[in-house]
DNA sequence: GATAGATAATTGGTCATCCAATCAAGAACC
DNA sequence: GGTTCTTGATTGGATGACCAATTATCTATC
C-alpha cells in the first residue's frame, strides 16, 4: 500500500538528489548513469526512462539545487523583515551560509558551468538564471534607492556588481571552507556592499 | 633542420596550447587524449611522453592560461605606473578585459574548478594560486592604506573582497560577454572599490 | 467490490562505441 | 652508437543508450 500519488515524482527527486550527492563527490567528468542508479538505489534502465539522457539529469540536479539556495534565501529575508536593506542583507547571508552548510549546492553550480559553457542550451538556461537574479538584486536596489536608503545607482549594473562579489566570495568558501569563516565573510560583503551603495 | 634547442619545450607548449583550445571548444568532459592528439597535429603516443596522464595535461593548461593572465595583469600595471591605487585598478581592467579578448583563460579556470573539488592534488594547486592572488591583493591594499590613499582596512580580508568581485564579474562576462560591455564593468568595478577602500 | 484488460513503472542485460594508458619499434639527433 | 623523441597499433575496461520482458498500478465494467 504504497502512496498512490506523487510515486513518480518522488522517484524522479530520489534519482536527482542522488545525482547532486554523487556530482558532489566526484564532479561531472566522474558521473556515470551506473553510479547514479547505485547511488539511488534503482536500476540503470530507469534513469531513461525519467530522463532523456545523462544532461538531462544534470539539468534536474542544477533545478533543484537552484531551488534549495531559492529557499534559503526567501526564509532568510522571512526572517529579516520587508525593509529592502535588509532584504539583501539576508540575501548575502543566506547565499555564503549555503556555501558552508549545503556544499553540494555550489559545487553542482560550478559543474554546471562546465558543462553550460560548451552547450547552447544549457547556455540559455544558466543565463536565464543570471538574469532572474539580477533582477531580483536589482529589485531590491531600485526600492531602497526610491527610499533614499541607498544613493542614486544604475539598479542593473549595480545588481551585477553585488550578484559578482557574491559568486566571487561563496566560490572561495566554497573551494575552502576553512579560509573565512561564513559571519566574517558576510560581515566583509555587506561592509563592502554597504559603502558601495551608500548615499 | 629543425632547431636544436628548444624543440622539447616547444612540443610541450604545442600540446598545452591545443588542449587549452580543445578545453575552450569544448571542456573536460569533452577532452580526449584523441583529440588533443589530433588538435596538436601529433601522435597519441607522445602525450604520455611529455605528461604522465591525462590530470598533467590538465594542470599545465592552467599554468599556461595562469600565466597568460599575469603577464596582461604585468603589463597593465606596467602601463599604469607605480602607484598603489593605479596598479589595482590596472589588475581589474587586465582581468576583466582578458575574459573577453582571451576567453579561454577563464573557460580553463571553470573547467579546473569542476575538477579541482573532487582531487585533493589539484586542490592544493588551486588553493596556493588563489593564496598568491590574495597576497598581490592584499600588498596592493596595504601600500594604498600606509600612503593614506585608502581607509585603514585589514588587507587580507579586503585582498578577499576585491579578488571576489573581480572573479564574479568576471565570470559573468566569460559567461555572456554581451551583457556587459568591459569599460562598463571594469568603470564598475572600480567605482564599487573606490567606495569600499575610500577613507 | 471483484475482475480483466490496459497503462505505467521498473528491471537487468546487451551493444556498439569510446577511452586512457601501454608498448614495441622505428626515426631523428648527438 | 647511444640517447632522445615519436609513432601508431593494441589492450582491457568502462560508458551511455537501448530494449525486451516483467511487475505494479490504475480503470472500466459488471
Redesign the interface.
Known amino acids: 500500500m504504497s502512496p498512490k500519488v506523487g510515486v513518480a515524482p518522488l522517484r524522479r527527486e530520489q534519482i536527482v538528489r542522488a545525482t547532486i550527492r554523487c556530482l558532489a563527490?566526484?564532479?561531472?567528468?566522474?558521473l556515470t548513469m551506473r553510479k547514479v542508479s547505485r547511488e539511488a538505489g534503482v536500476s540503470q534502465g530507469i534513469l531513461h526512462y525519467y530522463f532523456t539522457d545523462k544532461r538531462a539529469i544534470l539539468v534536474a540536479a542544477l533545478g533543484a539545487v537552484m531551488e534549495d539556495l531559492d529557499a534559503r534565501i526567501r526564509a532568510a529575508q522571512a526572517r529579516s523583515g520587508p525593509d529592502a536593506v535588509a532584504r539583501l542583507r539576508a540575501l548575502i547571508e543566506a547565499s555564503l551560509r549555503t556555501a558552508l552548510e549545503a556544499r553540494e549546492v555550489w559545487?553542482v553550480f560550478?559543474?554546471f558551468?562546465?558543462?553550460?559553457?560548451?552547450d547552447d542550451r544549457l547556455?540559455t538556461i544558466?543565463?536565464g538564471l543570471?538574469t532572474r537574479m539580477r533582477r531580483l538584486i536589482g529589485a531590491l536596489i531600485r526600492q531602497g534607492t526610491r527610499r533614499g536608503q541607498f544613493r542614486p545607482v544604475e539598479p542593473t549594473?549595480?545588481a551585477?556588481?553585488v550578484?559578482?562579489?557574491?559568486?566571487?566570495?561563496a566560490?572561495?568558501v566554497?573551494?575552502?571552507p576553512k579560509?573565512?569563516d561564513v559571519a566574517?565573510?558576510t560581515r566583509?560583503?555587506q561592509?563592502?556592499l554597504g559603502?558601495?551603495l551608500?548615499r
Chains 1, 2 share one sequence.
Open positions: 563527490r566526484e564532479g561531472y567528468s566522474g559545487v560550478v559543474e558551468w562546465g558543462e553550460m559553457m560548451h547556455r544558466n543565463a543570471y549594473r549595480a551585477a556588481v550578484l559578482g562579489l557574491l559568486d566571487g566570495v566560490l572561495q566554497t573551494f575552502d579560509a573565512f566574517t565573510a566583509f560583503c561592509e563592502a559603502r558601495y551608500a
